[in-house]
């Protein structure tokens, strides 16, 4: 405005100075002010610089995204999720947006930034959020670099194979390999020799999926990487291959230190870990609580294919080691394969597993798990066997351990499988009996346990 | 019947200015509706005003109460009437409405304190005595006043440049006297000024503007009998006097109507929180502030409808230029309603223009911007309308829900407006309202 900067600069030097001058200013203001001085003039200035503003011009408003929205829930799921995005029952979201999903409900656009701050740092709700946020997920990715993850929702093309991010490539890479794991090998076979070990790394674990005699060639060339961390995912992939020639030579080398004879199974440990032996991912430094030669063993029947033993060899002795040496590297075999016949039979003959009952558990047709729990219960502390089972757990063992915790009164030991069962109880469960039982202010693990099943009974009620 | 002589009354005068105003006022001609009761005299005085103030003298104590902007104690109208009273002018009749009104207010109040009282011996209501402090603090304010103006007239005369070494210490000293003198909100300003100084190239010419605002402060205060009522109750409440509760419940403007609460601001603080609710009427189009505060710690009161409801009440107007400020009294639940209507850029920043001239210093806005898409604005953000105009939003402001909401499409937003920019309360996902918070 015309004369505005003369007042600034003569109440900067002050008046006595710098007389003001009131001939610069529009004349409305002149008229205004009569014989005022620089104080009313600046008001005046002031009020009518506010009262002359004017839009902002020359702005490109952000492209629109394209696509239809799913419809919402009603207010009261809204509101719930809303409560969830606090951090009251936070736990429960994942389960919240696959329900919601399951039944064709969106998200309200709004939740979508906390979800995604929710998500960034844990990759499990990642597919769930970027499914919830449907065409807005690329549009807000766009918009902000911490939430590129939610480009995982666009994976044709190759241009993200080429051009994208990592968590663009990674996506492409894991789709393709879903749909196509020979091309998908083809494509990794390529950029392999320009990667960065982390990626390289981080690539080669999506190989898990579809892993097939196809993909031996390659992981072999893998066992000669660079980094070591490669040359041990490789290893570990290789084991996983059925009738793989890294499974012939783990078998050879565990047939030439041991003998099955006369119902006995003699050993003869190792004395050296050989070149080659490294090469297939034998380490040689051993872990602590366990002999040199021993450990070396154990690492060689541990990558060797199961099928290189009998089931019934489990029932033998051993000598030349401890049998816990064999049992534990069964155990980790057995895991690895998925094998639920050498599980049972593990879990039946009370075998040491090294930690991996729950492993083995979780291997077995969830139809054994009930009477497998039974079994294994005094043994075995409840809530770690049941822990590692994935949920939500078939309605039977969920009805039974419900049971249980009805049963146990207000026994502080009872804490923690209630803890685990409130989230792992599936959704035809949540009415169980216990829910209806009265509960003290003193019961604190009863009170959370029933709080935790009912807000997850009305989460799936208001999202039917 | 308690009488007073004149004598009795010329000594409550608060000073002598009073006495001689009031008596050249002790005339009945210029009054209407006048009239006494065992209780009470009243009646109707014309001032410069159109509407001519009410005014009240309850017996007992004696109370006062009158729609004057004068912030004397009691007024040069209360004196009057009593000057009347006591030489026998004042005939008895039938309390007017408007008069017995405010007793039976003031008689339920004095009830609830005396149960107050009743919990917390010691503690006596003392009408005098709380008449002796507003006078007290009239000529407080008076004084403080007089000091800012001189201060500011020497700051312009010897120059502003030296401020950004002295200037913040010196502009936080003369806050803290503005407290002393019971104007708070003066006080206020002047910590706003002071937080300019020395921000960014332009700061000269932002304190310059500041500190004009408050000269037009004091000026006005000044002249608070010749300017028009309405004006002097915007003046007064800038300062910082407060209406009581119940004489905006009893006196200010009354609208009813279905309210459409356009949204809310939080503003937490370690002493106290501040919650603005703006609100606009559906039928009358009128907009409303209802403030309420929370001490450190407690919890304010809830909403009486979540951002995007109507609320049909009853709104009582605290007095004042800018009708803003109101008291919401519900008269029925709260009501789902579709998405409001709602303004442009251009029209937006007309109708702040437009409260500008009815209160020079409004610095909050409600606006509903309708049709408006997001916008980067250089490291901000801004809403374009239809036409390609487009309202900065305040920086800072975390606009991601909203963004999220629009997905890039043209949607409604109410929010706050001020010089700085546009700040969202809430936005319509085509017809529900989201909060944003």
């Known amino acids: 405005m015309r004369g505005w900067d003369g007042l600034v600069s003569s109440a900067l030097l002050g008046t006595e100075r710098r007389p003001a001058r009131f001939d610069d200013l529009p004349p409305a203001i002149q008229e205004q002010l009569g014989d005022g001085n620089l104080l009313d003039a600046a008001a005046l200035a002031t009020l009518y610089k506010r ?50 999903d399951a039944k064709g409900w969106g998200v309200p656009p709004e939740h979508l930034p906390a979800l995604a701050d929710y998500a960034r740092g844990r990759a499990e709700y990642r597919p769930l959020v970027v499914k919830a946020a449907g065409r807005r997920a ?111 030579r783990m078998a050879q080398r565990v047939r030439s230190h041991l003998i099955v004879s006369q119902g006995v199974i003699a050993v003869d440990l190792p004395t050296e870990v050989t070149p080659a032996m490294e090469r297939d991912g034998i380490d040689p430094q051993p872990q602590d609580g366990i002999g040199k030669r021993a450990w070396w063993f154990r690492q060689l029947v541990a990558a060797a294919p199961l099928s290189t033993f009998e089931l019934d060899d489990l029932q033998l002795d051993v000598e030349g080691c401890s049998p816990e040496v064999l049992q534990v590297a069964w155990s980790q075999a057995a895991v690895r394969e998925g094998s639920a016949e050498w599980a049972r039979a593990l879990l039946l003959a009370n075998a040491r597993t090294g930690g991996r009952v729950a492993e ?38 969920a009805t039974s351990i419900l049971d249980q915790l009805a049963k146990a009164g207000t026994a502080r030991t009872a804490a923690r499988l209630a803890s685990i069962a409130a989230r792992a109880v599936p959704a035809e469960v949540l009415d169980h009996p216990i829910t209806r039982e009265p509960t003290g202010e003193e019961d604190t693990w009863r009170r959370r346990l029933v709080e935790t099943l009912n807000f997850r009974r009305e989460l799936y009620e208001e999202l039917s | 019947m308690a009488g007073w002589d004149v004598e009795q009354v010329l000594a409550m ?163 803290a006297r503005m407290v002393d003198a019971q104007a708070p909100g003066v006080a206020g300003a002047v910590r706003r000024a002071a937080a300019v100084v020395g921000r960014g190239h332009g700061w000269p010419g ?63 603080d370690d002493h106290l929180t501040v919650r603005r609710l703006w609100l606009r009427g559906s039928s009358t189009g009128r907009l409303a502030l209802i403030l309420n505060f929370a001490a450190g710690g407690r919890q304010l009161d809830p909403l009486p409808a979540r951002p995007g409801e109507l609320v049909p009440a009853v709104l009582s107007y605290y007095p004042g230029a800018l009708p803003m400020r109101a008291l919401l009294t519900q008269t029925a639940h709260r009501l789902p309603a579709p998405r409001p209507g709602g303004l442009n850029a251009k029209q937006a920043l007309a109708s702040y223009v437009e409260s500008l001239a009815a209160d020079p ?77």
């Open chain 2, 206 to 268: 932002e304190l310059l503007e500041e500190l004009s605002l408050i000269h037009l402060i004091v000026s006005a205060h000044a002249r608070l009998g010749e300017i028009p009522p309405r004006l002097a109750d915007t003046v007064q409440s800038r300062i910082g006097w407060t209406v009581e509760t119940a004489r905006v419940l009893a006196e200010g403007e009354k609208v009813e109507d279905d309210w459409l609460v356009l949204g809310r601001v939080i503003e937490p």
């Open chain 1, 138 to 248: 690329s549009w807000l990715a766009d918009l902000n670099p911490d939430w590129r993850f939610l480009h995982e929702a666009v994976v044709e093309g190759n241009d993200h194979w080429t051009h994208g991010n990592s968590t663009q490539r990674r996506s492409w890479l894991r789709a393709r390999r879903q749909a196509d794991p020979a091309a998908a090998l083809e494509a990794l076979r390529e950029v392999w020799p320009t990667e960065p070990a982390p990626a390289r790394l981080d690539f080669l674990g999506l190989l898990t999926e579809n892993l097939s005699a196809a993909d031996e060639e390659f992981l072999e060339q893998a066992l000669d990487d660079r980094s070591k961390e490669v040359r041990r995912a490789a290893a570990g992939l290789l084991a996983r291959s059925p009738g793989s020639q890294y499974g012939e």
């Open chain 2, 13 to 175: 005068a608060p000073d002598a200015a009073s006495a001689k105003a009031a008596q050249g006022l002790a005339r009945p001609q210029r009054w209407s509706e006048i009239g006494s009761s065992e209780r009470a005299l009243w009646g109707l005085c014309q001032g410069s005003g159109k509407k001519p103030y009410q005014t009240v003298v309850d017996r007992s104590g004696p109370a006062f109460r009158c729609s004057c902007p004068s912030r004397k104690f009691p007024c040069k109208h209360a004196l009057a009437l009593m000057l009347l009273a006591a030489v026998g002018q004042v005939p008895e009749r039938a309390e007017a409405e408007w008069a017995s009104s405010w007793l039976e207010d003031r008689a339920s109040r004095a009830e609830k304190s005396a149960e107050k009282a009743e919990r917390k011996p010691g503690e006596v209501a003392d009408p005098l005595a709380a008449q002796q402090r507003v006078t007290r603090r009239a000529d407080r304010v008076s004084a403080g006043m007089a000091e800012l103006q001189s201060w500011l007239d020497d700051q312009v005369r010897r120059g502003l440049g030296g401020f950004e070494q002295r200037g913040y210490g010196e502009l936080s000293r003369l806050a």
């Open chain 1, 360 to 397: 083995l558990l979780r291997i077995l047709p969830p139809d054994e798990w009930v009477p497998a729990v039974e079994l294994l219960r005094t043994r075995v502390d409840i809530a770690d066997l049941v822990g590692g089972l994935p949920v939500p757990w078939p309605p039977g063992l």
């Open chain 1, 51 to 100: 009262a002359g503003r004017t839009p902002l011009e020359g702005l490109t408003p952000l492209p629109s995204t394209h696509g239809e929205d799913q419809p919402l829930p009603r207010p009261a799921a809204i509101r719930r999720l809303a409560a969830m995005l606090t951090g009251f029952q936070t736990t429960a979201l994942g389960e919240w947006l696959r329900a919601a």
């Open chain 2, 361 to 437: 210093w409004n610095e909050r806005w409600p606006l509903v911007l309708a049709d408006v898409r997001p916008a980067r604005n250089g490291d901000q953000w801004a809403f374009v309308d239809s036409a390609g105009d487009a309202l900065e939003v305040l920086p800072g402001v975390d606009l991601w829900q909203l963004l999220a909401v629009s997905a890039g499409d043209p949607i409604t937003v109410a929010g706050e407006w001020n010089r700085a920019g546009f700040k969202p309360m809430t936005c319509w996902h085509g017809d529900r309202p989201v909060v944003l918070s």
